[in-house]
């Protein structure tokens, strides 16, 4: 079946600094790719829905300048949380679909905490 | 608006009892997806099923079935004898076809008690 790696699983970084969220789609091409954030206890909130070559969406609320999403290619999307700060820790899922009437393969997310 | 409600924060059960888990949604689309997914304390999401909006026939699989009614907007879900490893929170999500992003219900905590 579909899979989708998930990399890192866990960082810890010190406030102020960069994190970088890869997901890959490993057998399948992935023309849009959702990210997902979860507080602890929570349900998965959408930040973000990325169309491979083409800008991101962001959802009401999330600052695109501190959330960046890169989706170069079919099989590769990118987060990468800007000057990390504490309330930015939390529970990141990337998902992704590879046609229009389907389902969604998660990567297995990355819990970030920050310093 | 929220679009799928998960009336029950938490459900807590002793094993071989069974547990039934609502789902109510809401949309506009007349075509629509529908999904459970387990959630264990790992964090991944493990697929359980997904139902587009014309297909309303109900769904059993192992232990797990699935009570699909457009009627009441509801998509039910139903695990028989429960077992400790079904301690999980289970979500219900819903993606329309206007533009395929999931959203998610707030989740039922479900605990298998030996």
């Known amino acids: 079946g579909a899979v989708v790696s998930q990399h890192p699983s866990r960082v810890i970084c010190k406030s102020g600094t960069s994190v970088k969220i890869e997901c890959r789609s490993l057998d399948f091409q992935a023309t849009t790719m959702f990210w997902y954030r979860q507080f602890p206890k929570q349900s998965l909130m959408l930040m973000a829905t990325s169309n491979e070559g083409s800008k991101a969406t962001y959802e009401q609320g999330v600052e695109k300048d501190k959330f960046l999403i890169n989706h170069a290619s079919l099989t590769l999307s990118t987060l990468t949380v800007t000057s990390a700060h504490p309330e930015d820790s939390s529970f990141y899922i990337c998902?992704?679909?590879?046609?229009?009437?389907?389902?969604?393969?998660f990567g297995s997310g990355t819990r970030l905490t920050v310093v | 608006a929220q679009k799928v409600t998960q009336a029950q924060t938490e459900i807590s059960v002793v094993e071989k009892e069974d547990v039934t888990l609502d789902c109510v949604y809401e949309?506009?689309?007349?075509?629509?997806?529908l999904f459970w997914y387990k959630q264990p304390p790992s964090g991944e999401l493990v697929f359980l099923i997904r139902?587009?909006?014309?297909?309303?026939q109900n769904e059993i699989s192992g232990r797990y079935s699935w009570n699909f009614q457009k009627s009441t907007s509801s998509f039910n879900f139903t695990i028989t004898a429960s077992q400790v490893v079904d301690s999980a929170v289970y979500f219900c999500?819903?993606?329309?076809?206007?533009?395929?992003?999931?959203?998610f219900g707030a989740g039922t905590t479900v605990t298998v008690r030996a």
């Open positions: 999500a819903l993606s329309e076809a206007r533009d395929y992003k999931l959203s």
């Open positions: 949309t506009r689309d007349t075509t629509y997806y």
């Open positions: 998902s992704a679909t590879g046609e229009p009437n389907y389902g969604y393969t």
């Open positions: 139902r587009n909006s014309f297909d309303e």
